[in-house]
């Protein structure tokens, strides 16, 4: 996609938040009136307000998630941000928000690096909903994503109680149109589709930053998928 597109998207999303914010702003000023004005109510216009404030935060959050995106520019950035943006948006998400057990991890120390915002959004979305399409059916639903910063190293972990790949399959999940889940014009309703391009895609988008990728996983067993980026060390003398 290219850049004059992103910039159409950014408009359309700005323009969007725009007209949500509006009686959202309406929503929260009639609450607060009801509540001073009958007392008795304030427990349910409290709740008004804080479905409103929530509301808020999340349509910021796909604001501030668009103006980033649109970037081409490689900037200083911040992993455990870009995690944290992807898994606020997922809240979304009501399989997500409801039925996956989500431990999160992020290192404080996490160093910051040169990058482009979406090479990294993109690649990580991509592999926690191939993450989330695993446990579709599975029993138990946990997803458990991990930053650290170690030898000159990031390393981003996201792991999933999923279905698992299988030895031979794992040898293909970076080719292009390989995808062990049905097309989508054959999927069924609710079911997970792919198109086998996820990954290739992660591979694409992060290839510059030179990462190393250590993927395990077996059948019924789940998936760990751990990224190692190099930090380059800024020259003190």
Known sequence: MNEHKLASIGQLVAGIVHNLKNPLNVILGYAGLLKMDVPEAAEKCNQIIGAADNMTRIIQNILDKSRDEQSMEMKSLNLNKVLTDELNFLQADPFFKHRVEKVVELDESLPQIAG???????????????ALDAMHKTDRKGLTVKGWYENDYIFIKIEDTGEGISEDNLKHIFEPYFSTKP??????????AGTGLGLFMVQTLLKKYNPEYDIRSRPGEGT????????QKRNTN
């Open 116 to 130: 482009i915002y979406s090479d990294f959004s993109q690649s990580f979305s991509n592999i926690i909903r191939n």
């Open 224 to 231: 760990s998928f751990i990224i190692k980026i190099p930090v």
């Open 183 to 192: 097309a989508i014009c054959e999927s069924k309703e609710g079911e997970p």
